[in-house]
T-cell receptor, first 117, second 116 residues
Framework: AQKITQTQPGMFVQEKEAVTLDCTYDTSDPSYGLFWYKQPSSGEMIFLIYQGSYDQQNATEGRYSLNFQKARKSANLVISASQLGDSAMYFCAMIGGYGGSQGNLIFGKGTKLSVKP | GAVVSQHPSRVICKSGTSVKIECRSLDFQATTMFWYRQFPKKSLMLMATSNEGSKATYEQGVEKDKFLINHASLTLSTLTVTSAHPEDSSFYIC????????????FGSGTRLTVV
């Protein structure tokens, strides 16, 4: 069975600093997709970044980058130059099947990030 | 980009009444929609998978007679919480599968249900 583990219930970071949110996963599928979502207090799920299991390079989207270490089954999210608006819950999720469109997403428990001014 | 409109965003209802939550894909056809439930400070738990024109597939432990899902068109899926009780109070959020995108999923904005 697929599983996502986020071991950091909460994290603090100083504004303008970088922060890494940890995510490890477990799957027996050779192809899979990994996602990070941001959920502010309003509740909406905001897509941040996607990494396919066969992607050769780590995904990057603006200030977000994904540190993908396939052998270690980890997909940590790095947020550079933190902003106050980054304070939110962050969820790591995965799906079986390359391309991210086969079945439902499985979520980790989330990490609450608080950015200090 | 793909947009999923979810309504209502908040609803308060009396115990014993039913509440309908709608999720509508605005600019794409969503063959499959997923319904999640989220308790405060917890993760999203899949309740059911809704496929257009067929019966929904419910996750273990989810009462299909209590949480009625209808996916009658390629752009609309509804979740009806029947005979709601205070323990049904939660945040419900839908996600549509967008096969045009590598990223695959677009979420609605969620519905915060409070049963009094």
């Amino acid at each position: 069975a697929q599983k996502i583990t986020q071991t950091q219930p909460g994290m603090f970071v100083q504004e303008k600093e970088a922060v890494t949110l940890d995510c490890t996963y477990d799957t027996s599928d050779p192809s899979y997709g990994l996602f990070w979502y941001k959920q502010p207090s309003s509740g909406e799920m905001i897509f941040l970044i996607y990494q396919g299991s066969y992607d050769q390079q780590n995904a990057t989207e603006g200030r977000y980058s994904l540190n993908f270490q396939k052998a270690r089954k980890s997909a940590n999210l790095v947020i550079s130059a933190s902003q106050l608006g980054d304070s939110a819950m962050y969820f790591c999720a995965m799906i079986g099947g390359y391309g991210g469109s086969q079945g439902n997403l499985i979520f980790g428990k989330g990490t609450k990030l608080s950015v200090k001014p | 980009g793909a947009v999923v409109s979810q309504h209502p965003s908040r609803v308060i209802c009396k115990s014993g009444t039913s509440v309908k939550i709608e999720c509508r894909s605005l600019d794409f056809q969503a063959t499959t929609m997923f319904w999640y439930r989220q308790f405060p400070k917890k993760s999203l738990m899949l309740m059911a998978t809704s496929n257009e024109g067929s019966k929904a597939t419910y996750e273990q432990g989810v009462e299909k007679d209590k949480f009625l899902i209808n996916h009658a068109s390629l752009t609309l899926s509804t979740l009806t919480v029947t005979s709601a009780h205070p323990e049904d109070s939660s945040f419900y959020i839908c996600s549509a599968e967008d096969r045009r995108s590598n990223y695959g999923y677009t979420f609605g904005s969620g519905t915060r249900l409070t049963v009094v």
